[in-house]
Every structure is written in structure tokens, then in C-alpha cells.
């Protein structure tokens, strides 16, 4: 059987949507309402720490804006954060599929950047990925970590500095971070699992 052409191979959707909440039964139930109410692609819904349900939807803007509106107006009090992102920076994807490797010599300065809940880490992350120029290597969204998120990035030190402020200032504004720490020159050990 032929490979699909480069023009059949499916294309990350250029809009994402997510809702957290504090029920996984509500969790149900929404990700019901959001698939009822759009035609979008289910990227991310499991439980998460600590007792919380998270949906990352993904699709054309107008879908996921509809899906994300259903979700929330059915979870009620159950909403914990929720976010719709038009274009969504390119590598949020692999960074959240923890399927980014550093080549060696490619780690440079490591920005850190830790928030409250999952659907505020994904927001400063984009945000960080449109304001430097930086590689995104690991979005790490609520498992073990108590329901909070973080994600990692690399690059020259002024870019570390640049992305983790634009990440931290849309976390800050969520009332959602937790700390931003840029390393000038770490340690190689800190990337050996990347590289």
C-alpha cells in the first residue's frame, strides 16, 4: 500500500480548545456536549490530578469556539479553567506528546515555566512559542504533579528570557502561575532525558 502524500497526511488543527473541571462524571457529560455541539477532533480527555477531568479539542475556529461555549455552559460549577487558542502555535503538539528530542548541542539556556492547572500551561506555552524563538520540548499537563502543569523550552538566554515572560504574563493573568525560572547555562544533565 503507498504512503499518503504530504498533502493527504492529517494536519494538526490550527485552533484548540480545553476545558478543566473539577468531576469526571461532569467531565462525561461535557465531552458529550462539546462532540454534540461541533465537528472537532478529541485530542486529549482522561482524568488527571487531583480528581479533575481535562478535554483538549482541537479543529477549525468557529468549531472548536462552539464546542468550548457547549462545554462550559453544560459544566456549570464544575469549570475550573478554559481556554480557546485561534492559532495555535505549531509546537505545542509534539511538546505535549513528550515526542520532542534534542540533538546534542541544540540545548542551550532551559525556561521553566509551572502553573496551577493543565488548560493555563497550554495557554503560556503558546505564549511563549509566538513571542521567541524557542523549542518547546515537554508540555507536562497535570498527571503527578497535583493538578498542575508545566512545560520546558530551550534556546539563547534572551529567548528563554522572552518566551518564559510572555508564558508567565498569560499564566499571571489566569491568577494560575506558579513560578517561571530561566537557567542560563544548565547543566547538560538537566536535558539527558531529551537528548
Do not use: W
Amino acid at each position: 500500500m503507498a504512503e499518503p502524500s504530504e498533502s493527504q497526511q492529517p494536519q494538526a488543527p490550527r485552533s484548540i480548545g480545553a476545558v478543566e473541571l473539577s468531576s469526571i462524571g461532569i467531565g462525561y457529560r461535557v465531552q458529550d456536549a462539546m462532540l454534540d455541539a461541533a465537528t472537532i477532533d478529541v485530542l486529549l480527555a482522561r482524568t488527571i490530578c487531583s480528581g479533575k477531568y481535562i478535554l483538549v479539542v482541537g479543529g477549525t475556529v468557529s468549531d472548536v469556539r462552539a464546542a468550548v461555549t457547549a462545554g462550559v455552559d453544560d459544566a456549570g460549577e464544575a469549570i475550573i479553567d478554559q481556554l480557546v487558542i485561534p492559532n495555535v502555535h505549531p509546537s505545542l503538539f509534539p511538546a505535549m506528546g513528550q515526542s520532542v528530542v534534542l540533538e546534542p548541542g541544540e540545548a542551550e539556556a532551559l525556561g521553566v515555566i509551572e502553573t496551577f492547572s493543565g488548560v493555563s500551561i497550554l495557554a503560556a506555552a503558546d505564549a511563549a512559542a509566538k513571542a521567541a524563538r524557542v523549542t518547546l520540548f515537554r508540555i507536562h499537563v497535570a498527571m503527578a504533579l497535583g493538578g498542575k502543569g508545566y512545560c520546558l523550552m530551550t534556546g539563547t538566554v534572551a529567548d528563554c528570557e522572552s518566551g518564559v515572560r510572555a508564558g508567565s504574563a498569560e499564566a499571571r493573568d489566569r491568577g494560575l502561575l506558579v513560578s517561571e525560572v530561566v537557567i542560563p547555562r544548565p547543566n547538560t544533565e538537566l536535558f539527558s532525558e531529551y537528548i
